[in-house]
């Protein structure tokens, strides 16, 4: 079993920062790839960004520019450096990786999701 714990969310104003990170653990034998996705409510989850074990990495394009996803391998965690933030990217971001678990073959997490609210 694998667990992916978020950190990060919070209030900011638009135009502000924040930064949010998510690391795997639990009987990891490898992570393919990492991202996040993100959820208002009545809509539907859509992906943000995400990030292969090889660096290339996908943004949805209302957040290029602005967001960068990045991963740090040895520490199986995953970023997302959110930057210009507006209101409309308020919602509950939900870390996802597929890993592979030693004797399980790969499966699909999802993290607890951390809420972000931009607002004045």
């Known amino acids: 079993q694998v667990q992916l714990v978020e950190s990060g969310g919070g209030l900011v104003q638009p135009g502000g920062s924040l930064r949010l990170s998510c690391t795997a653990s639990g009987n990891i034998a490898s992570i393919s790839t990492m991202g996040w996705y993100r959820q208002a409510p009545g809509k539907m989850r859509e992906l943000v960004a995400g990030v292969r074990s090889g660096g290339r990495t996908n943004y949805v394009d209302s957040v290029k520019g602005r967001f960068t996803i990045s991963r740090d391998n040895a520490k199986n965690t995953v970023h997302l450096q959110m930057n210009v933030l507006k209101p409309e990217d308020t919602a509950v971001y939900y870390c996802?990786?597929?890993?592979?678990?030693?004797?399980?073959?790969?499966?699909?997490?999802w993290g607890q999701g951390t809420q972000v609210t931009v607002s004045s």
């Open positions: 996802n990786a597929d890993i592979w678990e030693l004797g399980f073959g790969a499966r699909n997490y």
